[in-house]
Every structure is written in C-alpha cells, then in structure tokens.
C-alpha cells in the first residue's frame, strides 16, 4: 500500500474519533440539562425565598426617594385665643388635620396657659403651612425640622413581599396538586405563615406611606403676659432692666387679682363662721346673766 492510503486512513480514523467524543460530550449536556430541570423542579420554596432576599441585600443603596419629615415649632403670645384661631384656620386651609392636642394652665400663674399641637400635613403642603405660620401675630421661639431616608428599608420590604407573593402562589398551585393529607396540611401550614408574614410587611409600607405623604408637625403655644421684640445676650442691659420690671408688674398685678378671687371663694366660709362664733357669744352672755 502507498503512504498516500496509510495517510488518508489515519486522518479518517482521526475525523472519527473527534465526532465520537462531541457526540458524548452533548449527551453528557442534554443529560446535565435534564438533571438541572428537576433539580429546579424539586427545589424547595424556603431556598427560593432565601435567594430572592439575598438578591435584595446586593442591591445599590437607594438615597432620597423616600422620606419621613417631622417638624417641631414653639410660639409665645399674648393673645392665646386669636392664636389658636389663626393656627386651626391655617391646619384647615391647607388640608391637614390634628392628631392630637392638649391645653393647660400653668399653675404657678393661672394667667399663662399653653397647647400642644401634633398635627399631619400633607408632605406637598408643608412648605406653604409653615409660612403661612409666620403670619400669626406671635413669636417663634424655636423650631426645628428633621428627617429620615427610608427608601433603603421601603424598598427592602418591597422586595420581601414580592418574594412572598411568589411563595404563595407557588404554594396555592403545590395544594391543588396535593393528594395525601400529610402533604395539604403541611403546605397549608406554610401557606398560612407566609400570608400572616405578607401582611406584617404590608403593614410596614402602608405606615411609611402614612409618614412619607403626610409630615408631622408638632406646635407648643405659650400664653404670655409680654413677649420682647428681641432675644439674645446682645440686648441692651437698660432694655432688659425694662422687661424685667414689666413682667414684675404684670406678675404683681394677676396676683392682686388671684387674691381677690380667692377672697370671694372663701366669703361664704367666712360668714358662715362668724355666724357661728357670733351665736356661742350670745348664748355664753346670756348664761352669765342668769
């Protein structure tokens, strides 16, 4: 035989062997591809979840999207009443509303009185309901806002509840399909867990939904007898010389007007006793006499 043949037979054996070894390796893929189906058939659902939150975690922080505001502010005046009109009418117009509120006497001074407001306005509004507050014939004492960035856990618990639907229905198809008692009761049991768990989540973002669309705002009004046009260390010593006897003055005076009202609580008391003292006179007068 030439070296022509022997050549032309070591290439076809070659050629041969080179499409016995892809036909194995794709055999060996379809059987691969076969067992990963199954394997995902048969995964367990709690592995599913658990991925699905791990997803989450491996997300880019998100920043400003949403946020909880809450605004503290204090008032003096000297008209309590005409205050309290001002600030209800302005919680009316721009369609806030009062969570909760409380009035006192002080009772060092039954003269001043104070209220707490905690009111909700609309996030849209706040800018406008807080200038508007400007207008009321008051001082601002103090005010102070603040916030806090929950997108991150809002979008977190998204998430969550999302990979919880998922379960559920999984779970719901798992149930029809279900043929033993053992394995509905099971699946039911951790259908229930999972609808209870949702709706704990769903909760959450119905409260940050709450606290992100309406600010709360939290207003001290403080009945004074004088507010001074200004604060601070910097005042004039004269100036505060003359706040301080005003304020005496006006102190001294709701006294004088306490002990009087006092004096006419206490009126019938005293009549009533000197009746009584006037009356054992008259009878220890008598007695001598006889």
């Known amino acids: 035989m030439s070296k022509k043949y022997w050549l032309s037979l070591g290439l076809s054996l070659s050629l041969l062997m ?12 379809d059987s691969m591809e076969v067992s990963d189906e199954q394997l995902s058939e048969d995964m367990d659902i709690d592995i599913e979840t658990e991925e699905g939150a791990a997803s989450v975690e491996q997300n880019e922080p998100l920043i400003g999207e949403k946020v909880i505001k809450s605004v503290d502010v204090g008032y003096e005046t000297t008209d309590f009443q005409e205050s309290i009109d001002y600030i209800e009418k302005t919680i009316e117009n721009h369609g806030a509303y009062i969570e909760y509120s409380n009035e006192w006497n002080d009772s060092a ?30 001082y601002k004492e103090n005010e102070m806002i603040s916030s806090e960035d929950v997108t991150q856990s809002y979008r ?45 989540l769903q909760s959450i973002i119905e409260n940050y939904d709450s606290l992100i669309d309406y600010t709360m705002v939290n207003i001290t009004l403080t ?49 009533v006793i000197g009746m009584i003292i006037w009356i054992i006179f008259i009878f220890k007068k008598k007695k001598q006499n006889k």
């Not at 198809?173 to 999972?194: G, K, N, P, R, Y």
Request: aromatic content about 10%; hydrophobic content about 40%.
């Open 156 to 200: 977190d618990t998204e998430a969550r509840i999302k990979v919880l639907s998922n379960k559920e229905e999984r779970l719901n198809a798992l149930l029809e399909e279900a043929e033993s008692v053992e394995v509905i009761i099971q699946i039911e049991d951790s259908l229930s867990e999972t609808i209870a768990e949702r709706e704990s």
């Open 223 to 271: 009945e004074r007898s004088t507010i001074a046009n200004n604060r601070g260390e910097d005042r004039p010593f004269l100036e505060r010389i003359k706040e301080a006897f005003i304020n005496s003055a006006y102190t001294f005076f709701y006294f004088l007007q306490n002990m009087v009202v006092w004096i006419v609580y206490v009126l019938p008391f005293i009549f």
């Open 18 to 29: 080179v499409a016995c070894s892809n036909q194995g390796n794709e055999s060996s893929d």
């Open 109 to 138: 001074d039954q003269q001043s009185r104070s209220k707490d407001y905690t009111l909700r306005v609309p996030t849209e509004s706040m800018d406008a309901f807080l200038d508007e507050l400007e207008g009321m014939d008051a």
